[in-house]
């Protein structure tokens, strides 16, 4: 079965930089657009990034363009968000998934952005 292991999180100042670890393993990761999701207190659950699973094919969420990079090792089943230049409305738990909507997501990885 789909297990997804997320990790790397912690707390940042303004500015700062992070990146985010997501161990995949149960099925063919190597076949699997993945996804960056998170949700930030009271709030809902939002989509952050995709990877194809070539790792060509990206998009990002706009309020994170030019900051996140998504990415992959398909013979480690590793799936990374490297973050830089945080902001506050960054905070949020992060999830990796196998849909948009957080399919299969695991615990999530808290990242806070406070000075």
């Known amino acids: 079965q789909v297990q997804l292991v997320e990790s790397g999180g912690g707390l940042v100042q303004p500015g700062g930089s992070l990146r985010l670890f997501c161990a995949a393993s149960?099925?063919?990761?190597?076949?699997?657009?993945m996804y960056w999701v998170r949700q930030a207190p009271g709030k809902g659950l939002e989509w952050v990034a995709t990877?194809?699973?070539?790792?060509?094919?990206?998009t990002y969420k706009d309020s994170v363009k030019g900051r996140f990079t998504i990415s992959r090792d398909n013979a480690k089943n590793m799936l990374y968000l490297q973050m830089s230049s945080l902001k506050a409305e960054d905070t949020a738990v992060y999830y990796c998934?196998?849909?948009?909507?957080?399919?299969?997501r695991g615990q999530g990885t808290q990242v806070t952005v406070s000075s």
């Open positions: 149960g099925w063919p990761f190597e076949k699997s657009w």
């Open positions: 990877l194809g699973y070539r790792g060509i094919d990206i």
């Open positions: 998934a196998t849909s948009p909507s957080g399919g299969n």
